[in-house]
C-alpha cells in the first residue's frame, strides 16, 4: 500500500492543525493505521494508532486528550488532528499502515510509510 501524508506547516503554539493521509493500492479497512513523529535529534515515536474500522484507538499520554486519530475507509484516509500544539510537538510526523489485528506502538510494528510531513509549532 502507498501512504501520502500532507497537512503539515508552522503554527503558534496553542494553534491546531490537521493532518491526512492517503492510501493506495490495497484495500485500506485491511489495514491498522499508526501516526509517529520523529523530532530533530530524536527516534520515532508513537502518537497514535486506530484499528481497522476506526471502533478503537490509543494514544501515548504525551498528546492524550489532545491529538485524534480518525479513518474514512470510503476515502481511504487516516487523518490526525492535532490541537492545542506545544513547542514539543515540533517533529517530521508520519503515517504507517500494517495488516495486524490492533495497532502497535513501535514503529517496527509497521511495514508500510508514508513520506512524512514536517509540523513546526513556534513558542
Known amino acids: 500500500v502507498h501512504l501520502q501524508a500532507c497537512g503539515g506547516g508552522l503554527v503558534q503554539a496553542g494553534g491546531f492543525l490537521r493532518l491526512s493521509c492517503a492510501a493506495s493500492?490495497?484495500?485500506?479497512?485491511?489495514?491498522?493505521m499508526g501516526w509517529f513523529r520523529q523530532p530533530p535529534g530524536k527516534e520515532r515515536e508513537f502518537v497514535a494508532g486506530i484499528s481497522r474500522l476506526g471502533i478503537s484507538t490509543v494514544y501515548p499520554d504525551s498528546v492524550k486528550g489532545r491529538f485524534t486519530i480518525s479513518r474514512d475507509n470510503a476515502k481511504s484516509t487516516v487523518y490526525l488532528q492535532m490541537n492545542s500544539l506545544k513547542p514539543e510537538d515540533t517533529a517530521v510526523y508520519y503515517c504507517?499502515?500494517?495488516?495486524?489485528?490492533?495497532?502497535?506502538?513501535?514503529?517496527?510494528?509497521?511495514?508500510?510509510w508514508g513520506q512524512g510531513t514536517q509540523v513546526t509549532v513556534s513558542s
Open positions: 504507517a499502515a500494517d495488516q495486524a489485528r490492533i495497532p502497535a506502538r513501535r514503529p517496527d510494528g509497521y511495514v508500510y
Open positions: 493500492g490495497r484495500t485500506f479497512s485491511d489495514y491498522v
